[in-house]
């Protein structure tokens, strides 16, 4: 998760709001992870898994979804990508600068996945 503090830190200016989101853990077990892991970014705890797994679809961290200015969804990436890329970089710096819609606007089943 060190990319992640690094990006947050650099673009939470400009606009970028990362979450953390934990789910089937204890808040006394999450406070001690994101204390030890040094997280700078909102840890959210979802304690039942109703929220990520049922309405997200997400049975297995990590899971990221990008969501643009207008609270679109406009990405979803599993597993750990190296967030420090020129690839991710530029795909962020997009997303917050918006200098141009990506991906292009299309139904939400058939938006491309982003390549990181």
Known sequence: ??????LYGEFKAKG??????TFR???DLVK?????RG??????LDASGDVAGRVYGVWGPPTAYLIDRQGRLVGRIQGAPDWST??????????????????PRQPLGQQPRPSL
């Open 1 to 6: 998760m060190p990319s992640v503090n690094r």
């Open 16 to 21: 970028l709001e990362v979450l953390l989101v």
């Open 25 to 27: 853990e204890s808040a």
């Open 32 to 36: 001690k992870m994101a204390q030890e």
């Open 39 to 44: 997280y700078i970014a909102p840890v959210l």
């Open 86 to 103: 020129p690839a991710a970089r530029n795909l962020l710096r997009a997303l917050v600068e918006e200098t141009s819609p990506w991906p």
